[in-house]
Each structure stands twice: as C-alpha cells, then as structure tokens.
C-alpha cells in the first residue's frame, strides 16, 4: 500500500463520520459501492487500494462540513485533498461517474484533476452502478440537471462494457 494512503479503515471511520448521521442514505450507498469495490479490487489491471479507497470516500463532499462549492465531487476531492490523500484517490472522487462531464456542463473546474480513464477508474463507476439500482446518476448529475446530450450517461455506459468484459474474462473464480 502506498505510504502516503491512510489505511482502510481510517478511510471508512471518515466517511462514516462525514455521513452516518446526518446522511443515512448516502452512508448505506457509500458501503454498498465499497463492498462491490472490495469484490471488484483484484480484477486484471485495478489498482487495488486507490479503488477501495475512492469507493469508501466517493460521496464525502455531500458531508455538511466538506460541502462547499455544491459540486459534492468536486467538495469531496477539495476536502480529501487538504487531509493529505494520494492525488489519484482525490482525482478518482472528482471524477466519479462521468463527472467531469457534468462539470463541464455547468462549469465547474474540477481544480486541474484529471480523469484517469482506467480500469480502476471504470471499476469505481461499475461500484456506484451497482450499488445505486435506480441509476439516477446516469440521468441527472450532482446538481439534479438533466444531462441532456447523454455524455455522461455515454461514459458511464463504456466504463461499464469496459469492467464488465474483464469480469468475463477473468471469470468467476477471479472475483469472490
């Protein structure tokens, strides 16, 4: 594991803090795309920890105390960044599900983090997905604007083929 990441549990114990309480929903989800990561985090070519890591922290800027710009992405990579995580977590939280796209729409500037378009990456989006059944995300982004041109939901369906052809691949013994 990378010196300068926290370990897991300091992760969870953070993202608890910011979101239990006052966000229940939003806590049940945060678990729900961790476990999937955790299921998810040896598949050929992710990252393990970066993965397990953004999936546990992916939805602290909708937190009160990390909300500020109310682009939770952008308020989660912000409030991640100024506690010292790895650049890479920091961006995989900016760029959840095609946020970036969102960001752009609305402008937004995700604050020079760029979207690394890899398989960790698309496993984060793949662990959303599954966790959140009602796939808003695909049809609305963090703000609750209409992604009218589909860019987003185009992205987020090619990260998808993406994971889901290395499942196949790496069948089912690969994944417990």
Known sequence: MPSDLPSFSASRALAETLLADHLPERWQHTQAVAREAVRLADLPGVDREPLIHAAVLVHVGHS?????????????ARFLRVRGYPRRVVALVAHQLASGV???????D????????SPTRDALWW?????????????AGPDGRTDTAGRRRDATRAAVARTRSRLDAAGPAAVS
């Open 64 to 76: 009160p105390v990390a909300s500020r710009s109310g682009f939770p992405p952008l308020d989660g």
């Open 127 to 139: 662990c959303l997905l599954v966790a959140d059944r009602a796939a808003a995300p695909l049809v």
């Open 102 to 108: 969102e960001a752009e729409a609305v402008g937004v």
């Open 110 to 117: 995700l604050g020079g983090l760029e979207d690394e378009e």
